[in-house]
């Protein structure tokens, strides 16, 4: 299987880049996040032609994830166990954001998810992050408990750099989030409570990023940042033969200010 993930950065701007990613590199199944719309304005039709399942959760422009398979996509869930909600949080409904979509490909139980931002570092939408990060830990513990021998792959865009070579200079970010001591240290329970970063191992760093702003010259000058990651249980990291970062798909007009990561897992 050759599973993905990209930050797309708006599905129906880049549709067709996408559909083109995903003849290229053979993919199976593809996690998006920021997809900026609501369902029913998805283009799902570009990708059933291509043979794809959809699934997709998105309530406005802001925030959504998906799940592409050509593999089967069986038993489709909605946020995880205990995901909290920001709008709460401001006295308004307590519909959680379109931030976590879970489907089983071929076996593999894949969630795609749109870590919080975090903001600044004063900001109350930090701490929404850290408890969302918690929530995420204590739900990927319990699934490690209850079916150890299932797969499961914990990908997409965390909105962290969870080590120094993760960004192109530290002291641009000394006092930003994403770089954060409690930031890096909610990562660090998650890959502690049994998820590895699979794709590290074949892609190592500095200078290997997922991430550049679209401003004063980021990519051409390679200033980056890596924070989109396939985190994986045992019973998946075992099945990783190679990963690496598409850094080709940052380039060109209408380019996502991500790049996709593609792992490849063995039968």
């Given at each position: 299987m050759r599973l993905a993930t990209w930050n797309v950065n708006s599905i129906?701007?880049?549709a067709d880049r996408v559909a083109a990613f995903l003849q290229r590199e053979d993919?199976?199944?593809l996690a998006l996040q920021e997809?900026?719309?609501?369902d029913d304005q998805?283009?799902?039709m570009v990708f059933s032609a291509l043979g794809y399942e959809v699934a997709h959760v998105g309530h406005s422009q802001w925030n959504g994830v998906a799940i592409l398979s050509r593999v089967g996509l069986e038993d489709v869930t909605v946020g995880f166990p205990g995901m909290p909600s920001w709008s709460s949080k401001?006295?308004?409904?307590?519909t959680p954001e379109a931030r976590a979509l879970g489907a089983t490909c071929a076996g593999v139980r894949i969630w795609s998810l749109y870590v919080p931002n975090g903001r600044t570092l004063a900001d109350p939408h930090l701490q929404y992050k850290l408890e969302w990060l918690a929530a995420l830990r204590a739900a990927g513990s319990d699934w490690l408990t209850e079916t150890p021998e299932t797969p499961v792959a914990l990908v997409g865009?965390?909105?962290?750099?969870?080590?120094?070579d993760d960004v192109w200079?530290?002291?641009v970010f000394a006092h930003s989030t994403h770089v954060s001591p409690p930031e890096r240290a909610a990562f660090r329970a998650i890959v502690e409570a049994g998820y590895a970063d699979v794709v590290r191992p074949y892609a190592p760093g500095p200078g290997v990023y997922t991430y550049w702003d679209y401003t004063q010259l980021r990519f051409p000058r390679r200033e980056g940042m890596r924070i989109d990651?396939?985190?994986?249980?045992?019973?998946l990291a075992g099945r990783v033969t190679n990963a690496l970062v598409d850094r080709e798909e940052r380039k060109g007009k209408g380019a996502s200010d991500h790049a996709p990561v593609v792992v490849e897992l063995a039968d």
């Open positions: 129906r701007t880049r993919v199976d199944v997809t900026k719309c609501r998805f283009p799902e401001e006295g308004l409904d307590a865009d965390w909105n962290i750099a969870p080590e120094d200079d530290m002291a990651f396939v985190l994986g249980s045992p019973a």
